[in-house]
């Protein structure tokens, strides 16, 4: 009898035991459920930002546009590019004393090479130059190009014995050098104005022009004085100088977030990137044939001195400088794009209305004027119409690769201008030489007014 009511007692706590274990398993899952809803909804903004690594750029969009920072910058890359381009704007100084003195026995058409490639690996290499522009810290990057083409220039002033060196170290490696200068300071300036971005954009690549102004006679004075090995050492130490205490204000206003491609060519299936493009070959194409030729044009035709010729290209320098500057505050009421149009084709109208039927000193200091003024809009006007039409947070690539087509414009219109005056004008007639150049900047210009209808049909408005 006690047996049995124990085995019930027994079996009731068991019993009791069981339920309550059943009872507390829902009660368990539940909170275990509160608990990854709590997981999921948590938000995402609660994780910190990683800080940005030394090498990269640190947002700085707290910063206000149209600003005094933003003035720093315009007036570093300014400084930056009156070296960088003023070097390859001065070039002519070093290829007379090569081809007289250094290298009598070389052709002239291998020493002009070293200025060809100048200006077209710059360009070639703009995209690289863009992308690390992104990847890292801008200032950096300028920094590393002013230390290239100083330390390029030095190891040139070495290179008495052979021409092949020049070419890879004052051509390949000194353009390597200036494209990554080149790149930041024309895109990032755009990056910190909105009311003044052309004239500011102007102003930075006056200093290309400027640069060409007071740098070509120094250059030419101190290879007369000292020689050219001295005349590379000291430029290349002043451009170390220069450009390290510009590079300290070169920031970018962006972070720019990292993706998967490198290289985003997609913008070629825009028609306006496509017709900016085509255009930019055929302006570049033309650009070099008036700087190139006009002077010998005036010596050999027109019957002028060679100090003629050599002010000839001043005046060129110096009206493209005002013309930079000039078109930034014209383009404010005209509108970016109707003004490069319209500067391509008086540039155009300049080639083949002043220089080609005519060869009076007058006509040549007036075609020098125009075509000065008007061909230096275009050039400044150019990075300022990619900011408006794509942003500026990715100037810097699509900058690049806009500068591809200045490569090929580059590669295309120097040699081609020389081999058509040398085979087709028998070294003398430079008509066929003229009409070649005022074509192709008259297909630019045609080329940017199909821009501006692509962006606006209407024809009054300014775009």
């Known amino acids: 009898m006690s047996h049995t009511a124990g085995s019930s007692i027994s079996a009731s706590l068991n019993q009791l035991t069981v339920n309550e274990t059943h009872s507390?398993?829902?009660?368990?899952?539940?909170?275990?459920?509160?608990?990854?809803?709590?997981?999921?909804?948590?938000?995402?903004?609660?994780?910190?930002?990683a800080k940005p690594r030394w090498w990269e750029n640190k947002s700085l969009e707290d910063k206000p546009l149209d600003g005094m920072y933003g003035w720093a910058v315009?007036?570093?890359?300014?400084?930056?590019?009156?070296?960088?381009?003023?070097?390859?704007?001065?070039?002519?100084?070093?290829?007379?004393?090569?081809?007289?003195?250094q290298f009598p026995d070389e052709p002239v058409s291998t020493l002009s090479w070293v200025g060809t490639l100048q200006f077209g690996v710059m360009n070639f290499f703009g995209i690289p130059a863009g992308i690390m522009c992104e990847r890292f810290d801008t200032r950096l990057v300028s920094f590393t190009g002013g230390v290239i083409m100083a330390i390029a220039l030095i190891i040139a002033s070495f290179c008495d014995d052979a021409i092949w060196k020049l070419i890879i170290t004052q051509g390949i490696v000194f353009s390597i050098g200036a494209a990554l200068v080149f790149i930041p300071s024309t895109s990032i300036p755009s990056q910190w104005f909105t009311k003044r971005r052309a004239l500011a954009v102007g102003i930075v690549v006056a200093g290309s022009g400027i640069g060409g102004l007071w740098l070509t006679p120094a250059t030419r004075a101190m290879i007369d004085q000292l020689g050219t090995p001295w005349s590379l050492r000291i430029t290349g130490i002043i451009i170390f100088a220069v450009?390290?205490?510009?590079?300290?204000?070169?920031?970018?206003?962006?972070?720019?977030?990292?993706?998967?491609?490198?290289?985003?060519?997609?913008?070629?299936?825009?028609?306006?990137?496509?017709?900016?493009?085509?255009?930019?070959?055929?302006?570049?194409?033309?650009?070099?044939?008036?700087?190139?030729?006009l002077p010998s044009f005036a010596a050999q035709v027109a019957g002028k001195s060679d100090d003629f010729g050599t002010n000839?290209?001043?005046?060129?320098n110096a009206a493209s400088?005002?013309?930079?500057?000039?078109?930034?505050?014209?383009?404010?009421?005209?509108?970016?794009?109707?003004?490069?149009?319209?500067?391509?084709?008086?540039?155009?109208?300049?080639?083949?209305?002043?220089?080609?039927?005519?060869?009076?000193?007058?006509?040549?200091?007036?075609?020098?004027?125009?075509?000065?003024l008007f061909c230096g809009g275009f050039i400044g006007l150019l990075p300022v119409v990619m900011a408006d039409l794509w942003g500026v947070?990715?100037?810097?690539?699509?900058?690049?690769?806009?500068y591809m087509a200045n490569f090929v414009g580059t590669m295309v219109g120097?040699?081609?201008?020389?081999?058509?005056?040398?085979?087709?004008?028998?070294?003398?007639?430079?008509?066929?030489?003229?009409?070649?150049?005022g074509v192709f900047m008259l297909g630019a210009s045609l080329f940017f007014m199909m821009l501006r209808f692509a962006t606006n049909k209407k024809i009054f408005k300014r775009v």
């Open 243 to 293: 450009n390290t205490v510009s590079s300290l204000f070169m920031r970018s206003r962006f972070k720019v977030q990292s993706r998967e491609k490198v290289v985003d060519f997609s913008v070629f299936r825009d028609i306006r990137f496509s017709l900016i493009f085509m255009g930019a070959i055929c302006g570049t194409t033309a650009y070099f044939t008036p700087l190139f030729s």
């Open 321 to 372: 400088t005002l013309g930079r500057i000039g078109t930034g505050e014209v383009a404010r009421f005209y509108g970016n794009i109707n003004t490069m149009a319209t500067c391509t084709l008086v540039s155009a109208l300049s080639i083949l209305v002043l220089w080609l039927p005519f060869q009076s000193g007058g006509t040549l200091i007036a075609c020098a004027i125009v075509y000065g």
């Open 414 to 437: 120097a040699p081609s201008s020389g081999a058509i005056l040398d085979n087709i004008g028998d070294g003398i007639n430079y008509k066929p030489t003229i009409i070649f150049s």
């Open 312 to 316: 000839l290209l001043t005046i060129i």
């Open 393 to 402: 947070q990715r100037i810097s690539t699509i900058i690049g690769l806009l």
């Open 24 to 49: 507390s398993a829902p009660s368990i899952k539940s909170k275990a459920s509160e608990m990854d809803v709590e997981k999921q909804n948590k938000p995402v903004d609660a994780v910190p930002e």
């Open 74 to 101: 315009v007036i570093s890359g300014c400084f930056m590019l009156m070296f960088s381009m003023g070097c390859v704007n001065s070039y002519g100084m070093y290829e007379t004393h090569y081809h007289l003195d």
